[in-house]
Nanobody, 125 residues
Framework: QVQLAESGGGLVQAGDSLRLSCTASGRTFSRNAMGWFRQAPGKERELVASISWMATSTYYADSVKGRFTISRDNAQNTVYLQMNSLNPEDTAVYYC??????????????????WGQGTPVTVSS
């Protein structure tokens, strides 16, 4: 069974950092772009960051540029999201996702077709 499993979420204070991890099982995703999405209460899910299959290209939403860093370890079938300088507007459920396409850049939301169960991040002021 192919699965994505996120971990690392939690409750932090404004200014703190968190590192989210997403480990894939069931098959390799080394040829697929990977992304992190988030969905805050009452809002649509948005693509926060993505990384291409060889990590040569990354995308960040304007709201997180300079604060979040996405990375991947294909040998471990794992993708990470380092989140620094968190603020209350970052509060959301964060989802890891895999692109349906091989060798893509991963910066198009519609290309993702496999999702993890999500990990909640709450940032208090």
């Amino acid at each position: 069974q192919v699965q994505l499993a996120e971990s690392g979420g939690g409750l932090v204070q404004a200014g703190d950092s968190l590192r989210l991890s997403c480990t894939a099982s069931g098959r390799t995703f080394s040829r697929n772009a990977m992304g992190w999405f988030r969905q805050a209460p009452g809002k649509e899910r948005e693509l926060v960051a993505s990384i291409s299959w060889m990590a040569t290209s990354t995308y960040y939403a304007d709201s997180v540029k300079g604060r979040f860093t996405i990375s991947r370890d294909n040998a471990q079938n794992t993708v990470y999201l380092q989140m620094n300088s968190l603020n209350p507007e970052d509060t959301a459920v964060y989802y890891c996702a895999a692109s349906a396409n091989w060798f893509s850049r991963g910066d198009v939301s519609a290309e993702y077709n496999l999702w993890g169960q999500g990990t909640p991040v709450t940032v208090s002021s």
